[in-house]
């Protein structure tokens, strides 16, 4: 696709070439690469996402304007002719060699994930692959190499609705029909970001409850959905009708091109990933980039946008954005690391450029343009289809093998799987939940029941011991929960993307306890010791003038990543255990933390006890992994502990 040069008096983008366009990508695809490769200063760079839609909404309305105001008519084919052209081909480089390194890297359960993401990307719906898996029991990104193509899925997907939504509204009398239809669009997307992430989905739920149900994960919903992005698009879109000579001569050219400046690197340096995104903070860095594309012609303080070194890193900014982040992640991965160092940035950073200017010069470049002859065109379009099929035919295959457990024997593979089973986190607070996102009767007495009760109370790591808990003391106690992502069990604690924490523990100290006497509460938390120290005493002064009686659960140990993927990346013959207890942040070293040290002794059960041996940390059972991620059990681990703890509840007689 060409870009857009002098706009008109009416601020339209006609036909030509615009450098500082591509200085603008420039901006937007080296804050990103910067912000994954975790550089100092760039926590926020994941804004260059939504510089690149707001550019797109410009030339994409403009070439669409100006071909139906010109001709009377759109050409769909050409349009979508040329789209395959500009993204098809580097695309299925960067999925062909991300799919070799993955085959060659990665254990099946993260190689099934990615095969997953593999196909859903060449269909341009990997955005909302990523969603449904988004959740706090979500893998890392870091065994996510095509993480990225969510953008371009979004993207894509414009593509699809955006011209014949434009072209209907130009070919309406109305003149001003497609400035008012463009509007709507932005506005209303903008509203529904507000009533999910600030609103806990009132609007929605009123309107649509099945669709409120459907994006109950408010906040990957807003990040990931296309329509929740159409507001960006549409402020780039709105460009073409803006009246755009004032901006583009004198101080107003150089206020404007500051200004806009400043509202995209001051978030850079300023956001974070844990900010709810986009909603209102998008609007400051896309009402940036409407004022560069405005002014960044013709401005003096933006004259280094249309520098060549500039220029250039931007015209090869598809092939950067594509190649960084596979690069990144199998890098990392690699080594078994969840963070590069300086110079290892400064390494992965020059071999993306390097690959990405190849890909730019050797496969964007000749491909790019349409074939001289329709028949050129034809088998263009059969060798696109041919390979996506091929892709997708390789991706099942991976995906409908278990991620291609073949690979393994079948002791190595049964012990990988072990891993992956799915769990039931229905009664589990994820960061975006409250109480009363969750059922009662995952926390009530029922009291038809004969039963004595067993509660679970805390974070995520008394949530993975529900299902070893179930099948333990299923037959003889009601087994419930109560447990929050993030959410030590104590008052007034919260974390940025935990604002729900203060209130759920509230809600259990408060009102739950005072209408359920359980006969033991068995409570469990994970790291924020400092909170905990401070805050337990509190919790307990209210279970105990409640008579509930309660143990604690010790710190339990764990990884920098999950110990089947250290495992699956060993030598043959290489110590297992010396490797996991190198990779411990925490554990296995004789301590407690201070834990210990909030309940009377024999109401103390400590996982670094039971967990560790010599120094080592448990890792099987009968050649079976226990783990399901960095720190959390699988089903199998859990009932492991389960009746470790049930053994010890009998000995200390804590057991109702």
Known sequence: MKDISSATHDGRAPTGYRPDIDGMRAIAVVVVVLFHLGTFGFGGGFIGVDIFFVISGFLITGLIRNEVESTGAFRFGHFYLRRVRRLFPALAVTLAASFVAAIILFPPEPLQRFAGSFITSIFSVSNIWFWQEAGYFDAASITKPLLHTWTLSVEEQFYFVWPALLFLLLRLPNKSAPVWGLLIVGILSLLWNFDLAYLDSAVTRTVAPPLADWMANDQASIFYLTMFRMFEFAIGALLNWSPSRILRKGWAAEAAAFLGLVMILVPVVLYSETDIFPAWRAL???????????????????????????????????????????????????????????????????????????IYQFIEQPLRKPGPTKQADRRFLGAAAMAASVFVGLGAMIYLTNGASWRYSSQDALFLEAAAVEEDHSCFMAPSLTYRDIDPACYEIDPASSKKSILLFGDSTAEHLVSGFRQVFGERYQVLQYSGATCPPVLGYSEPHTPNCPANVEYFLTEVIAANQYDLIVISNTGRWDPLAKGFPETARRLDAAGIPYVMIGQIPYFGEPPTEIIARLPEGADIGEALREKLHIGCKGTELGVDELVPADRFFSMDEFMCENGVPRYEVGGRAIHKDHIHLNPLGSVMAARAIRDWLQETGNLP
């Open 284 to 358: 400051i860095p896309c009402i940036g980039a409407a004022l560069l594309i405005q002014s960044g012609q013709t401005a003096r303080i933006a004259g280094w946008m249309r520098t060549t070194p500039v220029v250039w890193v931007g015209k090869i900014s598809y092939s950067l954005y594509l190649v960084h982040w596979p690069l990144i992640v199998f890098y990392l991965y690699w080594r078994g690391q969840s963070q590069a160092s300086a110079v290892e940035q400064i390494a992965l950073f020059a071999a993306t450029v390097a690959i990405s200017a190849l």
